[in-house]
Nanobody, 124 residues
């Protein structure tokens, strides 16, 4: 089992940057593929980025490619989401999630564990 706690959200102007962190607990953090999702008011939770267990493979939703970077540090039991060139449409609650699959799923229903979320607000 793993527990996840996100941090790093906040209010930023369009074009700015934020770095989200997700701290994991448990001895087997490296056994989990990790994903970042977001949910805006009135919308469904959507995939943002994912990374495999080793950090060797990453996956991105088309609208964030080239702007967001997912990474992980298994020794620190953490996963990160560097967000650059932020846009107002990036405003949402961002969640990290963990799954035991070798390759990370892209659908939220397939993840086993979730953090509580962190709010990201991008002003125009």
């Amino acid at each position: 089992q793993v527990q996840l706690v996100e941090s790093g959200g906040g209010l930023v102007q369009a074009g700015g940057s934020l770095r989200l962190s997700c701290a994991g607990s448990g001895r087997t953090f490296s056994n989990y593929a990790m994903g970042w999702f977001r949910q805006a008011p009135g919308k469904e939770r959507e995939f943002v980025a994912a990374i495999d267990r080793s950090g060797g493979s990453t996956y991105y939703e088309d609208s964030v490619k080239g702007r967001f970077t997912i990474s992980r540090d298994n020794a620190q039991k953490a996963v990160y989401l560097q967000m650059n060139s932020l846009k107002p449409e990036d405003t949402a609650v961002y969640y990290c999630a963990a799954d035991r699959s070798v390759f990370p799923p892209l659908g939220p229903d397939e993840y086993d564990y979730w953090g509580q979320g962190t709010q990201v607000t991008v002003s125009s």
